[in-house]
């Protein structure tokens, strides 16, 4: 039983566009989410996170929302980078623990 | 500054092998986890300890033992290496709670049981 879903394998962006990965949850405990990106052959980096409190938090190019109603969270990346080429997963805590329940992850391909 | 080092990079085991998978981080951290990727399934944790001295079971622990030798190592075995156990292993750490920081971690085991 999935709790967090990506349901996007894949997406393509040209450079500069906007990308805009989605994530949904079904357990209504957590109440904070993360994002990672992660290279190939190297371990998770985190991205961005926002608490259950908040409906945005933003860091420079990134952006995330959550709908606490539709158990719906998005990351948005303005403008996109081909660096930004990776593979996102997000992930969701119940509580203050570093149990995190991980999505099945989105591959971004920003195209030059 | 190392981070979060797993060893080995890389381990092909025969069915029924064991092994031990090392991990070491150098951040003065707390709490420490191990998760395996599979594709399609994202990471899943195996087993974590808060801190020195306990350790838990996480989504999918049967086949695996732990221990945190120390504030620094946490260590994985296998005692009977089965296929299905194969995939990339990532080791992590955090100060303290998710809310304190994110997880740190290592760049992965790639483990093939054939």
């Known amino acids: 039983d999935q709790q967090v879903k990506q349901n996007s394998p894949s997406l393509s962006v040209q450079e500069g566009r906007i990308s805009i990965l989605n994530c949904d949850y079904t357990?209504?405990?957590?109440?904070?989410f993360l994002w990672y990106k992660k290279y190939p052959a190297e371990g998770p980096t985190f991205l961005i996170s926002i608490s259950s409190i908040k409906d945005k938090n933003e860091d420079g190019r990134f952006t995330v929302f959550l709908n606490k109603s539709a158990k719906h969270l998005s990351l948005h990346i303005v403008p996109s980078q081909p660096g930004d080429s990776a593979v996102y997963f997000c992930a969701a805590s119940a509580g203050n623990t570093g149990k995190l329940i991980f999505g099945q992850g989105t591959t971004l391909q920003v195209k030059p | 500054n190392a981070g979060v080092t797993q060893t080995p990079k890389f381990q092909v085991l025969k069915t029924g092998q064991s092994m031990t998978l090392q991990c070491a981080q150098d951040m003065n951290h707390n709490s420490m986890y191990w998760y395996r990727q599979d594709p399609g399934m994202g990471l899943r944790l195996i087993y974590y300890s808060a801190s020195e001295g306990t350790t838990d079971k996480g989504e999918v622990p049967n086949g695996y033992n732990v221990s945190r030798l120390n504030k620094r190592e946490f260590s994985l075995r296998l005692e009977s290496a089965a296929p299905s156990q194969t995939s990339v292993y990532f080791c992590?750490?955090?100060?303290?709670?998710?809310?304190?920081?994110?997880?740190?971690f290592g760049n992965g085991t790639r483990l093939t049981v054939t």
């Open positions: 992590a750490s955090t100060w303290g709670g998710i809310l304190n920081s994110a997880l740190h």
């Open positions: 357990n209504s405990m957590f109440d904070y």
